[in-house]
């Protein structure tokens, strides 16, 4: 089982705080694939009681990069030519919602969807953003070196799995198939002050790999699982005898190689990886790139009961490249960003996420799952000189769906350029407040930072006119 790199060196802080004993116990981890950078340091917070929700699980699709709500899902066909762009909307099976002449199978299950048209917030740049996204929670400044830190906050997902956890043999969280960064890695994709025992369940193979496996699940060549069981139980006394978990840095560190241990035994988690088992004609329909078999194995690990899938569209923000990254596509070199959209993210956007809700619904899964579809921000009203937009925090569109989600539903507005909100504006945080009540978690838990201070898991309002 592996754990997402950190962006500071793990090196010299671990020499600073590990003993040699410590050495010892993070060799017998390495027998399950866990490293060093993935166990530095755990704050234990209190569990909070969830209360009673239809929402069993929850995938965050995160399309890193930003993708254009002037091109996608808020088109503005009245505007002059240099907002409304060279894309015609069409209609949809939701009266009064149109997308974009690329999306015509998506066009087909706006019915199941609402579209929060509003968001909105100030960081233009793509870390400080992503991480506001991921979180929930604003950086105290909008910094494109901004870097991952143990006094920022945790992903969604470790939330969950501190205050609402899975059962042992399924993970709460999984995050994959990339760490996402800019520059630096992005803040927000861990468990932070939480503790490492609350890390995502993170893997970076390719599910599209002929090859896709995980030995994450496997016990190594020549260890039985009684010799594991057996080296477990003398680490334990190790730790008794040494009063290792006294360390602040190694809290976390047991309750992980607990979590890995179950995971080794787990018929159902290595059920739900084998991707192999699914039928060609499924396996098409979600389309054969890496984001579209990622999904698939989404719905996979949703119906073994994972509460918290996050599927990155893209380790990077995009460019110049026509066939691969994320939506970050301003336009420079001779590229620009309609031929690219078109060619590569639209294409793949239009044959998974109809055929993902679909799917969805016809295994009953819709119902209980609530279906998150989002960037950090959106694209500037205005085209550039090299025929592309720009970073745009200041409106853009948020796609839910299912988990009791209204269905063929806009909330919210933008104005006549999608320049501002118009009505019913929703912050990042509010978004996060909405996530955690349907799950029937209370968006007002507290939990405690590094310097051991309250602070709440969210500090925005539920938007509970999208439910239904």
């Avoid at 040699?20 to 209190?46: D, F």
């Avoid at 396996?283 to 996979?300: F, K, N, V």
């Avoid at 990077?316 to 590569?344: L, R, S």
């Avoid at 989002?374 to 500037?380: I, K, L, P």
Wanted: charged share 20%.
């Amino acid at each position: 089982m592996k754990l997402m790199n950190r962006p500071f060196s793990c090196s010299s802080f671990a020499a600073e705080k590990f003993s040699r004993r410590h050495a010892i116990k993070v060799g017998g981890l390495g027998l399950l694939g866990l490293t060093l950078p993935g166990l530095l340091r755990a704050e234990s917070a209190p569990a909070a009681k969830a209360g009673k929700s239809r929402v069993k699980s929850v995938v965050f699709l995160f399309q890193f990069g930003g993708p254009s709500h002037l091109d996608m899902f808020d088109m503005k066909p009245n505007a002059v030519e240099n907002v409304r762009g060279p894309h015609k909307p069409i209609s949809s099976s939701a009266d009064g919602i149109q997308v974009s002449e690329h999306l015509p199978k998506t066009a087909k299950i706006m019915d199941k969807v609402t579209l929060i048209r509003s968001m909105h917030h100030t960081m233009n740049n793509h870390n400080s953003a992503a991480y506001y996204a991921l979180s929930g929670h604003a950086p105290a400044t909008d910094d494109q070196r901004l870097r991952d830190s143990i006094d920022l906050f945790p992903c969604y997902g470790s939330v969950v799995d501190l205050l609402s956890p899975s059962g042992a043999e399924m993970p709460t969280s999984v995050s994959y198939p990339y760490v996402i960064g800019d520059g630096s890695v992005t803040p927000g994709q861990h468990a932070s002050f939480l503790g490492k025992n609350h890390d995502p369940f993170f893997f970076a193979q390719d599910p599209n790999s002929p090859n896709f496996s995980l030995p994450e699940l496997s016990l190594p060549a020549n260890i039985s699982f009684e010799r594991m069981q057996a080296r477990r139980e003398l680490q334990k006394l190790v730790d008794q005898q040494t009063r290792l978990m006294d360390n602040p840095a190694a809290r976390g560190f047991d309750t992980y190689y607990d979590k890995a241990m179950a995971m080794l035994q787990s018929p159902r988690l290595r059920k739900a990886f084998n991707i192999a088992e699914e039928p060609a004609v499924m396996r098409e329909a979600y389309g054969r790139t890496t984001y579209g078999q990622s999904c698939l194995l989404a719905r996979r690990l949703v119906e073994a009961g994972t509460k918290f899938v996050t599927v990155y569209f893209s380790d990077n923000i995009g460019g110049q490249k026509t066939d691969g990254g994320g939506w970050d596509t301003h336009g420079f070199n001779n590229t620009k960003m309609y031929p690219i959209i078109e060619k590569y993210h639209l294409p793949i956007t239009e044959q998974t996420l109809p055929t993902f809700l679909n799917d969805l619904e016809t295994r009953g899964l819709l119902d209980t799952t609530l279906v998150v579809w989002m960037g950090e921000f959106g694209r500037t009203p205005n085209i550039n000189k090299n025929a592309s937009r720009d970073h745009w925090p200041q409106c853009y569109t948020t796609l839910l769906c299912g988990g009791g989600i209204k269905r063929g539903f806009v909330y919210g507005a933008s104005d006549q350029t999608g320049s501002y909100p118009a009505e019913k504006p929703v912050r990042p945080d509010d978004l996060a407040a909405t996530v955690y009540h349907m799950l029937g978690i209370d968006p007002h838990t507290e939990v405690r930072n590094t310097q051991q201070r309250p602070v709440l898991i969210a500090d925005g309002k539920p938007v509970l006119d999208v439910i239904a």
